[in-house]
């Protein structure tokens, strides 16, 4: 089935560093999203893409949907500690129906 | 209450307990999902429903029994699991079921069988 390769795995950075994920596929997808998920919940949708090329925003977060159809990436600005937790990209690629396929997170770890 | 609630949000129990998860969503949702979460693995689909019809088995032990009762509940029924199942197990809902739907997430049942 589709792979999603997520990267980094982990980052530590310092409170007021952008920071900078990805995810990337041999595949073509046709909606990507991206998810955080804190300890002891379940992942909260952050941002959701559907057209190639398309840029979105939400507060200090952007995403972007790759003109290939084939990547994604997520900034956060400025970070924060409450930014702290593990950020999932999941994607529905375009041979798969209605499955989504999800990356293996980026666990972000934010010192004051 | 909004959104995607799991209930209990903690389970312990024996290899040769019968327990079961409930999930319920408040969002007027046509589709639910259970999914099963391990570390440092991707999540796992495990079954979809659709309008209280199951659309999708992804080849999972029989010790694990969906039951959806009405477009707004979610079953899982767990007996006689294995130390391996344990994990968190993650209820989402989608608007419909297919293409280009974005699913919400409950805050997931921690799982330890011992």
């Known amino acids: 089935g589709q792979q999603l390769n997520q990267s980094p795995q982990s980052m530590f950075i310092q409170e007021g560093e952008d920071v900078s994920m990805n995810c990337t596929s041999s595949?073509?997808?046709?909606?990507w999203l991206w998810y955080k998920q804190e300890p002891g919940e379940g992942p909260v949708l952050l941002i959701a893409?559907?057209?190639?090329?398309e840029l979105t925003s939400n507060g200090r977060l952007t995403a972007q949907f790759g003109i290939t159809r084939k990547d994604s990436f997520l900034n956060i600005s400025a970070s924060i500690p409450s930014d702290v937790g593990i950020y999932f990209c999941?994607?529905?690629?375009?041979?798969?129906?209605?499955?989504?396929?999800f990356g293996e997170g980026t666990q972000l770890t934010v010192n004051p | 209450e909004t959104g995607v609630t799991q209930t209990p949000r903690h389970l312990v129990m024996g290899m040769t307990n019968k327990k079961s998860l409930k999930c319920e969503q408040h969002?007027?949702?046509?589709?639910m999902y259970w999914y099963k979460q391990s570390a440092k693995k991707p999540l796992e689909l495990m079954f979809v429903?659709?309008?209280?019809?199951?659309?999708e088995n992804n080849s999972v032990p029989s010790r694990f029994s969906p039951e959806c009762p009405n477009s707004s509940h979610l079953f899982l029924h767990l007996h006689t699991l294995q130390p391996e199942d344990s994990a968190l197990y993650l209820c989402?809902?989608?608007?419909?079921?297919?293409?280009?739907?974005?699913?919400?997430f409950g805050p997931g049942t921690r799982l330890t069988v011992l």
């Open positions: 999941a994607g529905l690629p375009e041979t798969s129906g209605s499955r989504l396929t």
């Open positions: 969002l007027g949702h046509n589709a």
């Open positions: 893409l559907y057209k190639a090329g």
């Open positions: 989402a809902s989608s608007q419909d079921y297919g293409a280009g739907v974005t699913q919400y």
């Open positions: 595949s073509i997808f046709n909606t």
């Open positions: 429903y659709s309008l209280e019809e199951r659309v």
